[in-house]
């Protein structure tokens, strides 16, 4: 069993995933498919185009007829998120607007619908903030697959230790929203690097892509296939080691693994990270990192007339590193 569409004059000339979000999602109140889900099927050859499999930016055009699979409209993944008391993390701040947590290395910060293992449902951050402000359920964005991320205005890797925001009602998520988007938010992170970095101060602009496999960020060249996006890092060395600096850092743009890309392209990577890493050039030592030793320490911003100020202090395994000699 299978949907069919006969693009007219109107819908040609459109990306083939963004008509098919448009279009399949226009009578769903709820379990809305996402376009990451479209293109997938897409890809998979369940979605096809004059019974030809194509990509999902595909430009339509007029007369073009798409074939959708039954299967292609199935929606896999959970869609209730279960609380879970159990969930350790440190509530910096709170009032009717905003929660800020100070987040420890190793916790998810929500579900990966990238994966279809039913283990990120249970144990992530958002599981953990349900538990305690259940009002954030149904806060954020309203299509695609945003119900697994309620409140989320912006994200750490699993990883990175340090503060996060959390939106507590629609309002407060819409501002928080353009204040990202206009820069209007400061963020300060302390990493610690290998080596000793030849300019101790300095603006790093180098534009970020996804990689062929889209594992990871890599710095946009020439022959990148992949969208291309600006990327800014402010950044000094606060202090020098034997072996590693001390670094902090400021996020003018917000990409995926900005500041973990940025500093492995300069030669000196982030102590500890597992994808961003020098093979067989680095050695530290005896000491060793469990995760990139990368935290979020300072947010500043201004929210509904209120000015907002955050510090968090580096957790011990972070600590120990600075302490080692």
């Not at 970020?208 to 890092?233: D, F, H, W």
């Not at 990270?273 to 050039?281: A, E, L």
């Not at 510090?311 to 080692?324: R, V």
Request: some cysteine; hydrophobic content about 35%; glycine content about 6%.
């Amino acid at each position: 069993m299978q949907k069919i569409f006969i693009i007219n004059l109107k819908n040609a000339g459109q990306r083939l995933d963004r008509f098919l979000v448009e279009i399949l999602n226009k009578k769903r109140t709820r379990d809305k498919i996402s376009r990451a889900d479209l293109a997938r099927a897409v890809k998979n050859g369940k979605i096809l185009v004059n019974d030809k499999k194509v990509k999902p930016g595909y430009i339509l055009k007029e007369k073009d007829k798409i074939s959708i699979k039954h299967q292609a409209l199935s929606i896999k993944h959970q869609k209730v998120l279960s609380t879970n008391p159990k969930i350790k993390f440190k509530i910096i701040h709170e009032d009717e607007n905003i929660i800020v947590v100070d987040k420890p290395a190793g916790l998810q910060v929500h579900p990966d619908n990238r994966r279809d293992e039913a283990i990120p449902h249970l144990c992530t951050l958002i599981n953990g903030l349900l538990a305690k402000f259940p009002e954030i359920i149904g806060v954020g964005d309203k299509s695609g697959d945003s119900w697994a991320r309620p409140g989320m205005v912006h994200r750490l890797d699993k990883d990175t230790s340090g503060l996060i925001i959390i939106a507590r009602n629609q309002r407060s998520f819409e501002e928080l929203k353009k204040l990202f988007k206009n820069r209007k938010i400061k963020k300060i992170y302390l990493a610690i690097v290998y080596g000793k970095l030849k300019t101790k101060s300095g603006i790093i602009k180098k534009p970020l892509a996804r990689s062929g496999n889209y594992k990871k960020q890599t710095i946009a060249g020439r022959k990148t296939k992949t969208k291309i996006r600006p990327a800014i890092t402010e950044y000094k060395v606060l202090k020098e080691f034997k072996n590693h600096s001390l670094v902090k850092a400021r996020l003018i743009t917000g990409r995926t693994h900005q500041i973990r890309v940025h500093f492995f392209s300069l030669g000196s990577p982030i102590v500890g990270d597992k994808i961003y890493k020098i093979k067989g050039k680095l050695k530290f030592d005896k000491l060793k990192a469990e995760r990139q030793l990368l935290h979020s320490s300072q947010i500043e911003f201004e929210l509904l007339g209120k000015k907002y100020s955050f510090e968090s202090i580096p957790p011990k395994d972070f600590n120990k590193f600075l302490n080692y000699k």
